[in-house]
């Protein structure tokens, strides 16, 4: 197997739940990565923080993630169903220490 390519697992807003495999070499967001496999994120800012509809929830592997910034923290705070397990995918760059990282997409489809 490819050393660059994690598997996580992507809980859908219906509760059905998938693993793809992710290359951690390409530099791409978890918000590309879910656009990508045809995931329903909006992400109406293309990725600047300043929407929130690429809201996620981290149900497993928070711990091996960047943490996150003020401006992502204070975009977070506009939202009445964040928790401190909600993060936004736009601002989180996957790397091979997320193996096994599971997710449940929460944000806004409209």
Known sequence: ???HIIEI???DRDGSTATI???TDVNLSL???LKASDYEVLATCGGMALCATCHVEIKAGAENLPHAEDQEL???DTLPDADDNS???CQIRLTDQNQGLS???RGALQ
């Open 1 to 3: 197997m490819n050393e």
């Open 9 to 11: 697992e992507i809980e």
């Open 21 to 23: 495999e992710v290359p």
């Open 31 to 33: 918000m590309e990565i």
């Open 74 to 76: 204070d975009m977070l």
């Open 87 to 89: 993060r936004l995918a």
């Open 103 to 105: 997710i449940r997409l």
